[in-house]
């Protein structure tokens, strides 16, 4: 998972562009990027950290230039390197171009393997390399062509901003998988904003223009905002995760309100699996708005039961021997007169592994409760997700291979209810807003409902299976194998 | 205002600091030290930022021995200096002693110019230090009796761990304005720890035992745990305020729950200052608790209307001229879906100079509240704090020259309502619970009641304006001016 | 300049490196580089700064397998950008590469064109990554034939290392203009040590083997050392300039021992500049070997009148106003007996812009000289080079503009001598030592004498003007524009 | 070994300050510090390291006002902690006060015993917090008085610089050990410096005015430079081991040049120990102008037969296993042309513990030499100092137990020669210029003569074991335990 961030025609592009990843900041804190352009030159700094500890004043005075574009990158099981850091910039060709992507190809080993054959060197192990590679082997004239013709050819999830010397470009794969949006600036009329989520407009003075389409490239240069949609969209396939955990509340993503959906997941919640209790807790923060939601429509009486520390972000150096693995317990602690001879029930958002909400039970369990009650706010995870939520396998997953019963088992509650699939697509598309018309007009647009088969516009396959794009390995696999130590 | 912790007799004394003085990062950011003894030496390392930061491996590794303290440290406005940093360790005639204390003395310039006549010299400006010099010029035998000598020579507020090559001690000011507890950790009987607040207990296995009384010290060493009264405490004072803001949520101080006191606080607040509204949120985090409180009380539905940012705590390179001071919005963002066309009460738990809520009220009618009510969870903040916390000097006080009107004025709420003096007292002591004699006992015992005059056990100087204790100048006044850069 | 390092066939092979790169570190301080090989993968590691810097022990463990490649940057105008640090690695498809090249091509910025035409991306502005490309796009089947090819099309200096998952190669240009070398390891028969220059074998027990010749590939592998000559050497042209200054002077370079030709150039310098004088002194440390010379031949008493700072080669940070420019004065202070009322000569080995040798001559007059008489151990330096050494240009050097006469008024010397062209060649070939045939056999071996024409086996361009290889600009020249700040 | 430096007059006082202090830093390279004065308030930095990491731009510019002093700490062998890093600045009664000292205190403990029993509390362990403690107990009226009751209570080897708001002092002990000069700056004529050494006042544009005499005080304030002399010098006892090793070559101390003197070390050390050679070369950069004078005076060749890298001076990450202890290596290389089939000579200044001396003759044999010789240019070191040079225990002396057969045995030389005492005393007064009067007058001069008795004025102890000031232990010895981790 990532942020992509850009700012088109202002002064302070760069610093925008620093507050915009800030804002974006719980999508990645692995490293982050800002690359710039004046008209006639690209700059790039990126960094590993938090964006804080990336930029100093002086990369900020030198990131000079009108139009920028920004990375946020997460904490992979691959290993942080800075050879992966985003943006990535380059000479081509045309020119210089450097370019922002988030979300995850399938045919990526396929490409690189193709692209090799043909002479090309991959300096990193990011799809955003091979992406690069195809505008640059594409033999039409413009960059949007070049990026259209270079898109036709990569399978998977993308939402990727590019810039060149003179032009920005956003652009959105075919199911709209990753999140993108368009704002404009108070400021200027022809000042625009692109983001992963629009809770980064209020900070920076903006206005929430629209989502990009899926399937569309958006081209904004000196002419002003372009709409191009080279091959038509096929079926919507929005992420559902963001709505369940990912994104922050106060975003509003293709026409759903994050908060909205939480709150309904939890009232529907609430309905399918009624048990008598005390309280109601959250595990915070994401689960806060999906237990206000169970409260409300419960009746029980919520509390913040789990104080969430704030000074947890960056690495921790975890003391030795007999005090490991407090995990949980440095991030969360309970208010034992919360839980005190209490029936508690306690809201998450999901369930991974299952060792922190064993933990989490316990912590509640500890603090006095006589019941602990553990809800949901979706479905069974049990699929990986190959879209670019860094999940762990299969195996993993506690949901893939364990029952409900066997997982309340393991996490020692006295109930574990999960929300039902249905419910949880019906939430997101109650929360869902009518979308007007942009006066900034896309060809297509892909509306926030079932189709007349009663097909949703989801990608669920984290708790389906149901994988919209295959993944493609190639004949002889082989991953970037080279290390930056 | 600060964090003191200390550890007795666990052989990770110094993990075991570690992990407590990161449970009370709250208390202060700007720097952090651990002094720790192994019966025969002491090592120290102090450092500036927060404890992730300032602790290491390496420095972990060399902390050795089963007697540890720490201290944490908040930014005070004399700029940030490693030279200020605790604990404060020196040799002496009787060997070797670290000091780590929160609070401040009111006297301590006087003793200050006292000492400096008698000799002595000043490497720092912190109170503590002048503690070291009383201990070291005082002629009793014991290192408890030298540390009754010298606290009995200091005035106002002080809550302070001490550690000798084998002893450790704690001592709280006769009027108990600092919290202080000792806890019992589960792995062993002759395993104690002592804390600003008992949060960390559940973090590190270890059981609440009891507060440390007013004009308490409390002895640990080779024969366990002994307490002395040198003199018996005069009247409870402790500090109202460390319950309304300063205080996590999960602990429990001198028996009053911070988060029941909060919801009290909530409760009142509804009850006192009524208005139509169809929904409530609070200005997290601190704020949460009594809106809760609130919400319950008024029947108000309760909504997550501002979201706070994790990535904050660090210094942030605010960038430049257009977009500048945006303060505020980089902490809390809004849930547009929360306010639109709707009447808005918010609650905030102080007011200090106003700015802040100013900028909280236009976001949240940026977001599209129709009205905007701010309810503040305690009495107008009127006097600066002598006793510990960084308030600001009257004149920045809103309150201390402006009407409950003016106010509402300057921050552009619709209303504005704060909690009335008797009920913010009441409500705290409607939250403690009868406070069990503990198995290990101490001389004298301030209840948590008022007095047959009807007297509060509370310091509500910053109220008020009735300071317990006064605060001494010198004939001439001088501070530390020595600047470390 | 820089310098490059390789190990074969060492269990410690990225500890000799980080060893070998510290030895060379005098070719380059900017920026340092590890690669090496455990047989199927490569590890890498760049960072800017002296080698001590960038390597710490976490790296350095990571950093596994028996092969390493090694590289130091020497600081240029383009600015210091960890994007050009070396070796660049890659994956392609043949699997993993790494290069190390001290040297300039002359028509990189030609074949960066053409590359780039056929779809191309650049991620640095460096040659190496041009030679890269090349490598990629090659049919060839192994790794020596596609660098052979690779190289037939490049033009300049250029000495290179690379490293694959199983081999390593070293190559030199058809000219060897920088030079290359080949040793042996003491510990083992098939363990080899590749370097710039040969003084850091005796740092690593090895033992010299000989020169890589003049368009030889030299691959190292199981089968042990093979040698390829792809095209025959055209005619020597080794870097006069490497004699006379960049080499350190216990190096031998193709035969030629650096301290013996400096020794001469010293004592040719004395027989054609003779003045009456008290004292001979050097500019350290570079000065000193013809220094000695000059003494010897003159008769006239060497003393250390110059002392250099050790604590010199970092930033420093220049503190401001009046005392800005003291230059030369933090790294050379005068003794002033030395000076006192002699008559001196000073030799230093070359001028360039002028400015360091005015201050160096006012340094000694103000210490106390009746007469400051300046001699130079080479010719005028009027040409600036193309082929790796960082020389300003052509406008900057006072020597091509100003006759002898002129630089003596702007210098402010009493006298100043040149030592001849011709002298400068007779002085190296009086020093080469007649080259044993090696065990090691190369195909073809370029002798360092004059040709049967008289013409000497030198690029001497820096002095003449008569560059052996023209710098090619391409139709419409472009260099990297892409900036990392 | 420590360097100080003052500053008194100059609006750039920190700027000169850190300039001196980079000129002195070959007297200590651990920690570096300045301390300045506006007239009102000191302000200081100190940090771990060379002067070039400790400072930066930031703290520069806050280092304000026009008098300042600096001190650059030796690494010694008690770890390096910032706690004893100086100058030590302090509040006090009189005001404020700060002091950087060289040398060793030989009453230090008993002092410090003392000044506890009184109360005095100690944050370091360093001699210069009893200097202070003794200031500060001290009756007396003006700083200078005080700093004189101070001083005539501390016995050793000290010179030392105090800063208070408007005045600035400097100090020698009695017996001269440690040098002390003062200048003064050619911008104004109130202007003055203080230095450890001469060798930085053509740096910052000062010239020399004369040192401080054996038992001065000088105060430097608004009213110029005043000298006091407490109690009359005893007699000189200048430290020899200055002149042999320590001071840099271009420096003066009391009216010995340095470099003269180890010129004429070499020349009696070349008609002490005659030996048939081809060659003579220096272990550098100490070693070089005894060399030179051994090579004048025996008519052997001079050459650099031994390259030391400029790239040494920080710690350097050695790398493990077979690599290892390759120490003299990393700095020195031979030059082979100088050494095969040659009988070398090699001078170097002392021999401590004897195995670096093994590894350069090992290092020259290995180079082709047929003969090595080495000579000392000064007697057996066999004592440990006391005064403030960190030599090892006289366990780890070769000299203390091994005759000279012995060690050249040792060290594997075919011969071994010393310089005889008598002839080091002999060079050193040979090179002693008359010292003219200065205007600035101090009441008593102590010359650089032998006295009636035959007596030489200098501190020979390391050589003869002959103590000028015997070391006091207290009756219960107690050094600072408290460790900074």
Known sequence: MCGVFGIYGHPEAANLTYLGLHALQHRGQESAGIATSDGKQLALHRGMGQVIDVFQPRQMERLTGTNAI????????????????????????????????????????????????????????????????????????????????????????????????????????????????????????????????????SLIEAEFVRDVEPGEIVVLSDEGLRSITPAPPIASKRCVFEYIYFARPDSTLDGVNVYEARKNFGRALARENRVEADVVVAVPDSGVPATIGFAEESGIRYEVGLVRSHYIGRTFIEPQQSIRHFGVRLKLSPVPEVFRDKRVIVVDDSIVRGTTSRKIVKMIRDAGAKEVHLRISSPPTRWPCYYGIDTPTRDELIASSHSVEAINEFVTSDSLGYLSHESMIESVLASASPREPSNVSSEHRLPMLKDEQGRHPFCDACFSGNYPIQYKTPPRSRQMRLLDV
Chains 1, 2, 3, 4 share one sequence.
């Open 70 to 201: 920004g990375h946020v990158r997460y904490s992979t099981a691959g290993g942080s390197l800075l050879r992966n850091a985003q943006p990535i910039a380059v000479d081509y060709a045309h020119g210089q171009i450097a370019i922002a992507h988030n979300g995850n190809l399938t045919n990526s080993l396929l490409l690189r393997e193709q692209l090799e054959k043909s002479g090309s060197i991959f300096q990193s192990g990011s799809d955003t390399e091979v992406i690069v590679h195809l505008l640059a082997v594409s033999g039409q004239r413009t960059t949007e062509d070049r990026l259209a013709d270079a898109l036709s050819k990569v399978e998977g999830a993308f939402s990727l901003v590019c810039l060149t010397e003179t032009k920005m470009l956003a652009a959105r794969d075919r199911y709209g998988i990753r999140p993108l949006c368009i704002g404009r600036l108070k400021s200027g009329d022809r000042q625009f904003v692109v983001a992963s989520e629009p809770t980064v407009f």
